[in-house]
């Protein structure tokens, strides 16, 4: 089976750190462009970060940047998102995606809650 899976999601406190993994199985990951998204309640799903198929160059919304790195660790078939320095404000359902046209995979996503 061709699948996506999101994982490291969990309540933390505001200022704490979680990384975030997207997992690949069925399908080689390193071949496709892999992006973060997020969607809170009540809200519509905004892209968070991306990374590139090839020379891995990367992208970050402005809310973000600075305090969320994504990464690939090819031998893992996996690509990572560090995020540091949390807000409530980044308390959302986080989905990864992988791009390779024509062909789109989304994982079910993981719930990241900030809170005191």
């Known amino acids: 089976q061709l699948q996506l899976v999101e994982s490291g999601g969990g309540l933390v406190q505001p200022g704490g750190s979680l990384r975030l993994s997207c997992a690949a199985s069925?399908?080689?990951?390193?071949?496709?462009?892999v992006g973060w998204f997020r969607q809170a309640p009540g809200k519509e799903r905004e892209g968070v970060s991306c990374?590139?198929?090839?020379?891995?160059?990367?992208y970050y919304t402005d809310s973000v940047k600075g305090r969320f790195t994504i990464s690939r660790d090819n031998a893992k078939n996996t690509v990572y998102l560090q995020m540091n320095s949390l807000k409530p404000e980044d308390t959302a359902v986080y989905y990864c995606?992988?791009?390779?046209?024509?062909?789109?995979?989304w994982g079910r996503g993981t719930q990241v809650t900030v809170s005191s």
């Open positions: 990374i590139s198929s090839g020379n891995s160059s990367t």
């Open positions: 995606n992988a791009l390779r046209s024509p062909r789109s995979y």
């Open positions: 069925g399908f080689t990951l390193d071949y496709y462009v």
